[in-house]
């Protein structure tokens, strides 16, 4: 499998400071037709390599990576428009972007060609001398790869379009802005170190020259959730523990399999067998108004305790909500608008999700006089229309927290599945195959 964690393979980019001599890592790489540790590729084994935060993520696997792997620090996100009608552009972007993100999860630069004095480099340097630390690139595919604005299957591709790859609907509570939603193809960047991150969305940015342009991004400096056991929860902008009760890498297969993985009784499409799919939501918190509510109010929006993340009415961070509980004044103890109660599964038919969120700021808003800050919520499910829409439904029109936040931008993507370490194989080759 493609996730999990650190592996620690000792390829860095660190020993291209030193010029140092090739190492016979004979790691064939899927699409690239080159290996590791050949040619003019200057790597060597670098010393502390393998640290916490620092070392590789294996790229290939049944599943994409940046999904259930150890939530990183760091977020880069990138949503690109596809500018060519050409099928074989789509399937050479994607061989392109296979061969280069398993060089950069490895620690490596982007091209195994440093090229010459001549052009300008095949990697833009920022990165040498930094390690792999944890870096995944988690790649999707938009709706509109499928039919666009108007309707048209402007590559060939509609017959294949997954069930669950649909536009998402008008959701209540939404003040989307375009520019900053939707996309033909995303990147998600995770990394324990943010340039890392930086570095490899811009070397991928770079090599779809041509065939796609930058939409939008979006940096994240904190996760707000967590994807294994094995992590502390983290706290989101509003102060609380955010991803208590979140899936985890350690969850029953069964479970996975059913929250987040592709539905392989999806005929049309086959190629998506260990994929799944991915929504985006920038949301804006109104801090400046959150910062004036008293803590009582905090925690009965929310519905758990601040400090120690426990619900209302219960002792320890990981105790069940007591949804029937009600206290001395005949009130249930997690009021009836509290977003934990009205976002859990008891709730909503079993619905789960895997939150993989990150906080953001992008600044002041002079004209509001407020901080531009909030939560990029990322969530991986098997199906969006069965999980998020009507999750965000009932949260967008009946959750307390309404008053502090407000979701500005929105994607949908569809994760094809990791990439098997075959040469020749790269992400959603099945797309284009018969
Ligand atoms: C800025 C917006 C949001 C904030 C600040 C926020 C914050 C939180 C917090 C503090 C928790 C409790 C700890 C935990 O179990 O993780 C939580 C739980 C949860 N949130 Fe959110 N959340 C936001 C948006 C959303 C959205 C848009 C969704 C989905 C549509 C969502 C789904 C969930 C779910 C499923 C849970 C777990 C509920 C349970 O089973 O106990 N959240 N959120």
């Given amino acids: 499998m493609g996730d999990g964690p650190g592996s620690g393979r000792r390829l860095t980019r660190r020993s291209l400071l030193g010029g140092a001599a090739v190492a016979g890592g004979g790691l064939a790489l899927a699409g690239g037709g080159y290996a590791l540790g050949t040619g003019d590729d200057a790597t060597q084994a670098g010393a502390g390599s393998a640290g916490a935060g620092t070392g590789s993520v294996p790229f290939h696997g049944v599943h994409q990576p940046g999904i259930l792997t150890a939530q990183q ?157 094995a992590q502390e929860t983290p706290r989101n902008l509003m102060g609380f523990k955010d991803g208590t009760n979140n899936l985890t890498a350690e969850d029953p297969q069964a479970e996975l399999d059913g929250s987040i993985w592709h539905d392989p009784s999806d005929r049309r499409a086959p190629w998506m067998a260990g994929g799944s799919y991915l929504v985006s939501r920038r949301i804006r918190m109104l801090i400046e108004v959150w910062d004036r509510a008293s803590l009582d109010d905090q925690e009965a929006t929310i519905g758990r305790v601040k400090l120690s993340g426990a619900p209302l009415g219960a002792h320890r961070e990981r105790d069940a909500l007591p949804l029937d509980r009600r206290g001395s004044d005949g009130k249930p103890v997690i009021p009836v608008d509290a977003h934990v109660r009205l976002a859990a599964p008891e709730v909503n038919e079993g619905i789960r999700i895997l939150r993989r969120g990150y906080s953001f700021t992008d600044g002041f808003d002079a004209e509001l006089g407020q901080l531009d800050a909030g939560l990029f919520f990322l969530a991986y499910m098997r199906d969006p229309h069965r999980q998020f829409v009507p999750l965000q439904e009932r949260l967008g029109s009946t959750d307390a927290l309404n008053e502090y936040i407000k979701h500005v931008s929105s994607g949908i993507f569809a994760i094809p599945p990791g990439v098997p370490d075959i040469p020749g194989r790269f992400l959603g080759d099945g797309l284009f195959i018969g």
């Fill in 73 to 229: 620090d760091r977020l880069h996100f990138a949503a690109f428009d596809l500018t060519s009608d050409r099928p074989e552009d789509l399937r050479d972007l994607l061989r392109t972007w296979t061969a280069m993100a398993a060089r950069l999860q490895a620690g490596l630069t982007a091209d195994a060609d440093a090229g010459s004095g001549l052009a300008p480099p095949t990697d833009t340097g920022e990165a040498a001398g930094l390690l792999a630390s944890r870096l995944t690139l988690t790649i999707g595919l938009g709706p509109g790869l499928f039919e666009d604005a108007d309707g048209h299957d402007r590559l060939g591709l509609a017959a294949r379009r997954p069930r669950a790859l649909r536009p998402l609907p008008a959701l209540p509570g939404d003040e989307l802005r375009a520019d900053i939603s939707g996309g033909d193809l995303c990147v998600q960047a995770c990394a324990d170190d943010p340039q890392v991150a930086f570095h490899a969305v811009r070397n991928l940015a770079r090599a779809a020259r041509g065939i796609a342009v930058m939409r939008w991004s979006q940096l994240g400096f904190g996760r707000t959730s967590s994807t294994s056991r």
